[in-house]
């Protein structure tokens, strides 16, 4: 061969350019290829609610011999998607605790089925030890925080949850330091809890579940007890959790102006689920809602009495400012 007559073919400039930006336009598009698999992916383990309840049935009673079973709960079927914020509405006695409780495996349903991430939940063929974890991923604020203190200093009292889970010192430290920042109470760590505001118990109460990294958190009406203030603290708490730490949360409330906070209302009544829908869909069905007992929220209820009169408002609009400036435009128009 001829080598001296042979010729190799080297690119200029603008050609090693033009290759060299092809080459990062590939890498680019290989990398959103794979960014949209994991993307797909992650929706895809979305789709299997982290809760899932079956046709679920709940008495009490029934214990001794010839004891009438009372119904509680009477065939529930509820999906909660991860990282969504559910509140769930009921007069006394119509089973929302109850729901709240077989959530938390505190009770076993009667009849149905659960699912917890896609795992069906029974006692019957479940270890101690797969009990805790479920419990541990499924944490739950009570109405009263006095019943969930159990030492007298506050960082203590936070670090109760993952000593018992057997946590390392050094880890333990560190959950408490941010769950304290997250409730933001890290300035009360060394106080008693018993000296501290109804809100600021309860606010130490959730630093207590949060330390144990739960998925989801169910909150059984847990401003009941609190003054204003303290409930102003626990919701702004309940929303940064589900909002910043992607924490799925189910409010268990009587209070409507909490429940216009979530993302989806489910309304139990004698039993059974009655409405399930977007905040602003539930409290739209006013009528429904005082036939089974309840209230709708204050700006709701103003604006449906408008309506009824006669006035030309939208009585679905839930937002206080908003209603506002509906009104005084529709003042000022008939003035002018």
Known sequence: MDFQSSTVRVPNIQQASVLHKNNIRCRAFFARQMSAKRKAKKLEENKIPFIKMENVSYSYGGEDEGEPLTPVLKNIDLEIEKGSFVAVLGHNGSGKSTLAKLINLILTPTEGKLFIDGKEISENDM??????????????????????????????????????????????????DEALETVGMSEYKKHSPHQLSGGQKQRIAIAGIIAMLPECIVFDESTAMLDPGGRK????????????????????????????????????????????????????????????????????????????????????????????EAILRLYKSRRS
Request: contains cysteine; proline residues 4%.
């Open 127 to 176: 270890t101690e030890d797969e009990l805790y974890e479920i419990r541990r991923r499924v944490g739950m604020v009570f109405q009263n925080p006095d019943n969930q203190l159990v030492a007298t200093v506050v960082e203590e009292d936070v670090a109760f949850g993952p000593e018992n889970l057997g946590v390392e010192p050094s880890e333990i430290r560190r959950r408490v």
């Open 233 to 324: 603290e626990v919701m702004a708490t309940v929303e940064k959790l589900n909002r910043e730490k992607g924490i799925t949360i189910l409010y268990i409330t009587h209070n409507m102006d909490e429940a216009v906070r979530a993302d989806r209302v489910v309304v139990i009544n004698d039993g059974r689920i009655c409405l399930d829908g977007t905040p602003t869909k539930v409290f739209s069905e006013v009528e429904q809602l005082r036939l089974v007992g309840l209230d709708v929220p204050q700006v709701t209820e103003l604006m449906y009495d408008l309506e009824n009169a006669g006035v030309s408002v939208d009585h679905k609009e839930l937002d206080e400012r908003k209603c506002a």
